[in-house]
């Protein structure tokens, strides 16, 4: 009994030392700091669809963003009121496994959340904090130096009513929007912690199928 209580003791802190693949899901976050310093880096705001092209698929920081970047955006930052409630979902993989574009690949739904619906300091543009904590990205092995390659994407629920990628991409008259593929530049399950923050996150705005 006693070797039992042992082994399961040790594998217990391994798990916590070693824990499975994690990320903070947060696309404004640590916003001021250094990027390819640990925790990472994060400040990319969503923004809605341009009044003057509303079909433009555009991505990238902006000269506020964190990489800074040149794109501009002639939307506004995205939130949700009492007329747009807009899903937010995190997709991963493990790095080494990754195939596809932007557009179209192979990688898993880890997270869900919505926009926030504050606009006050710098939430405007920014995802609410997940109500089910940070995503776990399960083809990571633990304890190893794996990373993982993640894209965000977001669309208008209609209330609600549009639940899930495959119900926007039935429905051309959606407005939606994705990141770019990007790789987290950090293990995802070694010490120290909390996990990494999603640095090479980039701005998007919404868009509608032409």
Avoid at 51 to 56: G, R, W
Avoid at 77 to 103: E, I, K, P, Q
Avoid at 126 to 152: E, H, I, M
Avoid at 157 to 186: H, K, M
Wanted: with cysteine.
């Amino acid at each position: 009994m006693k070797k039992i209580l042992l082994v399961s003791a040790a594998l217990m802190l391994a798990h916590v030392a070693f824990p499975q693949g994690q990320v903070v899901f947060d696309n404004i976050i640590n916003a001021a700091g250094q990027p390819g310093v640990f925790p990472g880096a994060v400040r990319a705001p969503f923004y809605s669809q341009d009044p003057t092209c509303p079909t433009c698929i555009k991505q990238g920081n902006t000269s506020t963003g964190n990489p800074v970047g040149s794109t501009v955006y002639n939307g506004s930052l995205l939130f949700n009121d009492s007329s747009h409630s807009y899903t937010v979902t995190l997709r991963a993989r493990n790095s080494t496994t990754v195939t596809g574009t932007d557009a179209q690949n192979n990688l898993n739904l880890v997270g869900v959340t919505t926009m926030r619906t504050s606009t006050s300091g710098g939430n405007a543009g920014r995802t609410a904090t997940p109500p089910a904590g940070n995503p776990v990205v399960n083809d990571v092995v633990p304890g190893s130096t794996d990373r993982g390659t993640f894209q965000v994407r977001v669309w208008d629920s209609r209330g609600g009513t549009i639940t899930t990628w495959d119900q926007v991409l039935l429905d051309n008259t959606i407005a939606r929007g994705y990141s770019t593929l990007f790789t987290v530049p950090y293990s995802l399950t070694t010490t120290p912690n909390p996990p990494p923050n999603l640095e090479g996150l980039l701005s998007f705005q919404l868009f509608q199928v032409p």
